[in-house]
């Protein structure tokens, strides 16, 4: 019996929350038409914010540059429409706090006229670094939320050597299914988008995690994959948190990824499923990320399902579509269990936004939390094989450090611990605001250290320059003294020649 099968059987985290991803994975996938107005924010990633390269009253085409990378670990802006540049300034960020950040406003012009692309005839005669260039170049980031720029991983898993990509199509938080929709409708990308990512890292195999929730999805990408022996499809347990990097690497290869540790270190990489979509887009169409499905559910939701947008679609205009059955009590871009409350739906849509919740009175609701009766249930949810118990008890008396030494920095936030607490204590948000505080308190830490080292730095000039003023005036003081005694001996010598 294989690693696999026995995980089959005995899981031993994780949480089974109700899916609720139909009827909305099952209705066709709908176009969503270009809006009048886009609002391309120039933060869609990790890293370095992208830098403006147009001008107010700039005409631009769908597709077209807008914003260029900034720094090694950045992305660059491409519109999503074609029309006219109207604004450079700020809209609401897809954040609990609400807080500005700088976008690009396009006025559409209805046309969706796109640039003169530059597809890649042969791809896999091309060299590697060519597939990554170009994929740098169409800005394509993580688009299973972490967002984080294509290219450095693939550079990063060819330094290393990786032999074995991972594609996860794993989806499992709850009401989502962008990506189950992506392997339904476009196999055939996916599975091309994950071979050209194998040949720009240089891997051998590609492992296609997929939760066995979703029968199409693998009965379709089974199909695209018959031809290539080399990429497997690879049927998982519906388990929260099953799409995890981490969980999902132990769970197709064994390989544990030690916690100071990146997957890419122990020969695995890992990528979404719509992330190898866009890296297919992106090198055979030669399109650059500027669209993307995205979930539309809730119970406030009247027709929920999936819609094909441009990014920098406003949340309200994709509400607008899809037809609200009642005002909204929560909206969270993301999943309910690891995604990102939002104040409002002024918001645009961003790279990394694979669905938007908008919650009714009953989904919102949220119990109020009783002390803890130590039933241990979160520790055997954990996937990180924490003790959460411990953790919040130490964070609960301000013992941070305490709650650091259970290994707080491990955790990954999944909220599998708060899902299954008979008390209803919001453990994630303990450990968020600890977390938190901790990175702070390193950054004080960090400034004060620099503070002292320019101070003693200081003062250690200071002192070599009092040193070396010192030294100087004792040497022109021994220089005047010799000088004098210089002058003076002449005379003293014609004074004793006179006498005699």
């Known amino acids: 019996m294989g690693f696999l099968d026995r995980f089959l059987k005995t899981p031993s985290w994780g949480v089974h929350p109700e899916d609720h991803k139909r009827p909305a994975a099952d209705v066709a996938l709908r176009i969503f038409p270009t809006p009048e107005r886009i609002f391309m924010p120039l933060n869609q990633h990790v890293g370095g914010m992208a830098r403006p390269i147009v001008m107010v009253g700039q005409k631009v085409l769908k597709g077209q540059l807008i914003a260029e990378a900034q720094g090694n670990i950045s992305a660059p802006i491409h519109a999503s429409a074609s029309g006219t540049i109207s604004a450079i300034g700020e809209v609401t960020a897809p954040h609990p706090s609400g807080l500005p950040f700088k976008a690009i406003t396009i006025d559409s012009d209805g046309a969706d006229r796109w640039i003169d692309t530059d597809p890649l005839v042969d791809p896999f005669s091309a060299a590697p670094e060519e597939i990554t260039k170009r994929t740098a170049a169409a800005g394509v980031v993580g688009l299973g939320g972490a967002t984080f720029p294509a290219a450095p991983k693939f550079a990063l898993g060819k330094r290393l050597k990786v032999k074995t990509l991972i594609v996860n199509g794993g989806e499992c938080e709850p009401y989502l299914s962008s990506d189950d929709r992506v392997m339904r409708d476009f196999p055939?990308?996916?599975?091309?988008?994950?071979?050209l990512v194998m040949h720009a890292i240089g891997a051998t195999e590609a492992l296609v995690g997929i939760e066995d929730n979703k029968p199409e999805a693998i009965a379709a990408m089974r199909k695209a994959a018959a031809a290539f022996p080399e990429v497997k499809i690879r049927p998982l347990p519906a388990l929260y948190p099953m799409g995890s990097d981490r969980q999902l690497i132990k769970?197709?290869?064994?390989?544990e990824v030690p916690s100071d540790a990146r997957a890419a270190e122990t020969g695995v990489l890992v990528h979404n499923v719509s992330t190898c979509a866009a890296v297919h887009k992106a090198i055979r169409l030669g399109q650059p990320l500027v669209e993307r499905i995205i979930t539309i559910n809730g119970g406030?939701?009247?027709?929920?399902?999936?819609?094909?947008?441009?990014?920098g679609t406003m949340i309200g205009d994709l509400f607008a579509f899809v037809g609200l059955k009642e005002a909204p009590s929560r909206l969270i871009l993301g999943g309910p269990m690891m995604g990102t409350p939002l104040l409002h739906d002024r918001i645009p849509i961003v790279k990394g936004a694979s669905g938007i919740l908008a919650f009714n009175a009953v989904?919102?609701?949220v119990p109020d939390a009783g002390p803890c009766?130590?039933?241990g249930s979160c520790t055997k949810a954990c996937p990180m094989g924490l003790l959460p118990l411990e953790m919040a008890a130490r964070i609960k008396v301000g013992d941070l450090e305490g709650a650091e030494a259970y290994a707080l920095q491990d955790c990954i936030s999944c909220g599998c611990c708060a899902y299954v607490c008979p008390s209803h204590i919001p453990l994630v948000q303990y450990f968020s605001h600890a977390k938190g505080e901790l990175t702070a308190a390193e950054r004080t830490k960090l400034r004060t250290d620099a503070t002292k080292r320019l101070a003693e730095a200081k003062a250690a000039r200071i002192e070599r320059e009092n040193r070396e003023k010192a030294e100087a005036a004792a040497r022109r003081k021994a220089e005047r003294e010799a000088a004098k005694a210089a002058a003076a001996t002449p005379a003293?010598?014609?004074?004793?020649?006179?006498?005699a």
């Not at 406030?300 to 399902?305: C, H, L, R, T, V």
């Open 373 to 375: 009766i130590r039933c």
């Open 188 to 195: 055939e990308m996916v599975i091309d988008g994950a071979r």
């Open 300 to 311: 406030a939701i009247a027709n929920p399902g999936n819609l094909f947008a441009p990014l």
């Open 251 to 255: 769970v197709l290869t064994g390989i």
């Open 492 to 499: 003293t010598t014609e004074k004793q020649g006179v006498s």
């Open 363 to 365: 989904e919102a609701h």
